[in-house]
């Protein structure tokens, strides 16, 4: 199978690993992308395409934007596609599931789990207000970071604490996306010792 992919050095590295079998084509810019003849195309910088996209699968990283904001064509499917998310077995997907789609999902041996096309989708959404909760421990001197990230991994198993996480995802993603959730609901207003932090 022929994959097209635009996306920075770890993005590429995290994909391609999932089958290192397949024909792996990476590309400078989303134009050179979608020139490519390829059976698949993912797009995991997180920019915006306003040409016409392919008619075969089309994965576009976008965590915050559903589908109806990105205007990414019918073949489009979304994806998270922060640091660390593409190497997990199982990937979250919104979007029409087509059988081209399930083939390279398939090929790349993931798992989908079909979620509701909403911005965050789910464990982006629950990562994020975890980290959150994690900067409000911090400024209210309930723990260190470090103390924070030792329990997060012995209580509750996670590979990486919340600072360890976000650092890892870049808490600038973390912020975008909690502004963004926030204008609907108030539960996730950036922590002011996390907006500070961004802010600066």
Request: proline share 7%; net charge negative; no cysteine.
């Given at each position: 199978m022929k994959i097209a992919v635009y996306g920075d050095d770890n993005a590429?590295?995290?994909?391609?690993?999932?089958?290192?079998?397949?024909?792996?084509?990476?590309?400078?810019?989303?134009?050179?992308?979608?020139?490519?003849?390829a059976d698949a195309y993912f797009n995991l910088s997180g920019e915006i395409f306003s040409g016409s996209t392919p008619e075969k699968p089309y994965f576009i990283n976008s965590v915050m934007a559903p589908l109806s904001?990105?205007?990414?064509?019918?073949?489009?499917i979304r994806l998270n596609g922060w640091n660390g998310f593409l190497s997990n077995a199982a990937w979250e997907v919104a979007g029409e599931m087509t059988v081209p789609a399930a083939a390279v999902l398939s090929f790349l041996e993931k798992k989908v789990i079909p979620v509701a096309d909403e911005p965050g989708l789910i464990s982006a959404r629950v990562l994020a207000m975890i980290i959150n909760e994690a900067y409000y421990a911090e400024s209210e001197a309930v723990s260190t970071s470090a103390e924070i990230d030792t329990?997060?991994?012995?209580?509750?198993?996670?590979?990486?604490?919340?600072?360890?996480?976000?650092?890892?995802?870049?808490?600038?993603?973390?912020?975008?996306?909690?502004?963004?959730?926030?204008?609907?609901?108030?539960?996730?207003?950036?922590?002011?010792s996390l907006a500070k932090k961004i802010l600066q």
């Open positions: 590429w590295n995290e994909l391609i690993q999932s089958n290192p079998a397949a024909e792996w084509i990476r590309a400078e810019d989303l134009r050179q992308l979608f020139g490519q003849d904001e990105l205007n990414a064509g019918q073949n489009a329990a997060m991994k012995l209580g509750t198993n996670y590979p990486s604490g919340p600072f360890e996480w976000a650092e890892k995802i870049g808490l600038k993603n973390v912020y975008d996306l909690l502004q963004k959730l926030a204008a609907k609901d108030k539960r996730y207003q950036p922590a002011p």
